[in-house]
T-cell receptor
Framework: DAGVTQSPTHLIKTRGQQVTLRCSPK?????VSWYQQALGQGPQFIFQ???????QRGNFPDRFSGHQFPNYSSELNVNALLLGDSALYLC???????????FGPGTRLTVT | SQQGEEDPQALSIQEGENATMNCSYK?????LQWYRQNSGRGLVHLIL?????REKHSGRLRVTLDTSKKSSSLLITASRAADTASYFC???????????FGKGNQVVVIP
């Protein structure tokens, strides 16, 4: 049974560019949440998708957007990248409102 | 929103010793969870304790929760080198499974 997968593993972008990160949830899970983890910090909640709609959103600007597909996979898009967007981006999946979330290995984004 | 915050201490212990780390939060919670993270990679779920529980065990892990003090502790007994990692507590609210994480505790177990 495959767990949560994320791609790519690493990414280097330049300020002002746009980036798309991808996540496939654990089999049977229908809810995907995205978190940003800066170096030395705990993860910060970005948003959550369920039934292809954004259900909850954290304190992140509109430059951060997402999408969920009918197969429950999800994308995180960040526009107009800033140096401060450099972080580990984690995807977590769960079954609806189940509180136990399963995390993927993350995508390390570096903005230069 | 709820915020778990660990005591920001780095622990360095010998293999076989016990490791204890603490977490405090600010508002009412539904659940408190502990996660482990190795080398800045994905988070591994360790244990979940509900707000109406006071103590929970899972293998070598023991978690306590004191809702009156808004605090939790994680005890790892008989530590192993493989326990070397960062440990995070995370809280969620009623009808809301978004997690609020603390800054994490770094634990180094010396063989």
């Amino acid at each position: 049974d495959a767990g949560v997968t994320q791609s790519p593993t690493h990414l280097i972008k330049t300020r002002g560019q746009q980036v798309t990160l991808r996540c496939s949830p654990k089999s049977g899970h229908d809810t995907v949440s995205w978190y940003q983890q800066a170096l030395g910090q705990g993860p910060q909640f970005i948003f959550q998708y369920y039934e292809e709609e954004e259900r909850q959103r954290g304190n992140f600007p509109d430059r951060f957007s997402g999408h969920q597909f009918p197969n429950y996979s999800s994308e995180l898009n960040v526009n107009a990248l800033l140096l401060g967007d450099s972080a580990l981006y984690l995807c977590a999946s769960s079954l609806s409102m189940d509180y136990e979330q399963y995390f993927g290995p993350g995508t390390r984004l570096t903005v230069t | 929103s709820q915020q778990g915050e660990e005591d920001p201490q780095a622990l360095s212990i010998q293999e076989g010793e016990n490791a204890t780390m603490n977490c405090s939060y600010k508002t009412s919670i539904n659940n408190l969870q502990w996660y482990r993270q190795n080398s800045g990679r994905g988070l591994v779920h360790l244990i979940l304790i509900r707000s109406n529980e006071r103590e929970k065990h899972s293998g070598r892990l023991r978690v306590t929760l004191d809702t009156s003090k808004k605090s939790s502790s994680l005890l790892i007994t008989a530590s192993r080198a493989a326990d070397t990692a960062s440990y995070f507590c995370a809280t969620d609210g009623y009808g809301n499974n978004r997690l609020a994480f603390g800054k994490g505790n770094q634990v180094v177990v010396i063989p």
